[in-house]
């Protein structure tokens, strides 16, 4: 790795996130002196990568640092002797994130971006990309370390780790930070000084311990987050329907807001179906957030990340993947809550699982803490089923096996007859056919 100065290729430069990675860069760089940053999207993503691009010029000149800025749409440019490679991809973009929540509602069930069906065919749409970069990064960058933020970022990181020899990736999210803030906040604490003990997988995570300058507040804490004045709030992306007091008290652990979709199904259907049928699904409603803030990027005068950002849903997740390349660069063995392989670490687990935890991050990567050795066995059901879940989706997103495809689909927890499976698939493969080579339509 050059210690004069690094090179990062962003894949998704387009993005809206992207303000935050800058900014995420900037307020970093006297500890991570970046020298390139090269933004790369397709075409169909040029028009709001140009936008992006102009936006983040201004906020490297604002910030008065010696980052060379570039954007492409030749991805292998980009990649060559990068040192670093984040990836915050949406294939199809947000037109394709609509007809993955709509087509499952049009049949009564769960439409999501990572959860039931919609999550499928996210990754089969998301895992065959993510190979073609790791392929390019092999050839013209091999030691770079590959960040990926694209959803869902579980099921990439279990097909990256099951299906290929590549070994320097790590899988962010932004629902551990925000769970973290959330924790602090309630305990009146500096997140700076907090650390929390983190199991699961991605979007399916679970807080068992909270220390507060190695201290454990976590009986507080439960004691906070159940009491009948608790403000806490979910990610912009979920409705904030709380948990019953007595399911947290009784499983002695705090779910992630993505767990809403498992233990509070019923509920959380009727809410989705009410807002399908007004045509305010969440896809709907960030198209209509991102117009404005992509009308936001381009007024000459803005030079900083704008606030607007935090309604996008993913607050937070290029920050994280800031912290973990800032970690890696300077050999911190920093805590932070990642995706990575469990290579035999959880002891009650399948070795060979990638999984979402707690674990110290510096020049070799990431290794789970040893605080955590064990999955708890009240959770260790729904875990596995969405874990065998996601190796089936991976398992057809590289193959485009249509019977791999349908069996993972009735595998889901959140479809609920062979019937709906195989209709909803056939409908989804459809919609969806010009962003799944792989599969014969």
């Known amino acids: 790795m050059n210690k004069q100065g690094i090179k990062i290729a ?17 307020k970093r760089y006297e500890q991570l002196p970046v020298r390139e940053i090269w933004l790369v999207d397709v075409e169909a993503g040029k028009e709001k990568q140009d936008i992006v691009y102009k936006l983040a010029k201004r906020m490297i000149e604002n910030a008065g640092v010696p980052i060379e800025l570039h954007q ?146 976590f009986d507080e804490l439960i004691r906070r987050v159940t009491s009948d004045d608790n403000d806490s709030q979910t990610v912009k992306n979920i409705v904030n329907l709380g948990f019953e007091t ?71 997740y290029s920050d994280a993947a800031c912290e973990v390349i800032n970690a890696i660069y300077n050999d911190l063995n920093s805590e932070q809550y990642v995706n990575i392989p469990n290579n035999g670490h959880v002891t009650n687990i399948p070795a060979d699982w990638a999984i979402e935890i707690s674990a110290t991050i510096g020049k070799e990567g990431a290794t789970p803490v040893d605080r955590i050795r064990e999955y708890d066995n009240k959770v260790l059901g729904l875990i596995s089923s969405i874990k065998a879940f996601e190796i089936e989706a991976s398992k057809a997103a590289i193959t485009g096996d249509y019977h791999t495809a349908l069996m993972a689909m009735n595998m889901n927890p959140l479809i609920h007859s062979d019937q709906d499976a195989r209709i909803i698939l056939d409908e989804m493969l459809e919609a969806h056919k010009q962003y799944l080579p792989n599969f014969e339509v």
């Open 246 to 316: 007595e399911f947290i008290k009784s499983l002695n652990m705090i779910p992630c807001p993505y767990h809403r979709y498992y233990y509070k199904e019923k509920e959380m259907t009727a809410i989705e179906l009410g807002e399908f049928y007004k045509g305010e699904t969440r896809a709907e409603v960030v198209k209509r957030v991102e117009a404005e803030l992509f009308e936001l990027y381009k007024d000459e005068d803005l030079k900083i990340k704008p606030p607007q950002l935090d309604e996008r849903g993913g607050a937070h």
């Open 72 to 217: 492409t749409l030749d991805r292998r440019a980009a990649i060559k002797d990068a040192d670093f490679v984040t990836t915050q991809l949406r294939v199809g973009q947000l037109d394709a994130r609509v007809l993955d929540e709509r087509i499952p509602l049009s049949h009564g069930l769960i439409g999501q971006e990572t959860n039931g069906a919609g999550g499928l065919f996210k990754g089969l749409r998301t895992i065959p990309v993510i190979f073609d970069i790791i392929n390019d990064i092999n050839e013209l960058s091999p030691d770079a370390w590959l960040i990926n933020f694209a959803n869902p970022a579980g099921m990439v990181t279990e097909a990256v780790n099951r299906f290929t020899d590549f070994k320097r990736f790590i899988g962010v999210c932004n629902v551990p930070i925000s769970m973290k803030m959330e924790a602090a906040k309630a305990l009146d604490a500096d997140v700076a000084d907090c650390e929390m003990d983190l199991f699961g997988l991605n979007h399916m995570v679970y807080m068992k311990d909270f220390f507060v300058n190695g201290e454990s507040k």
């Open 10 to 26: 962003t894949i998704g430069g387009g993005s809206s996130y992207t303000a935050e990675l800058i900014e995420g860069f900037i």
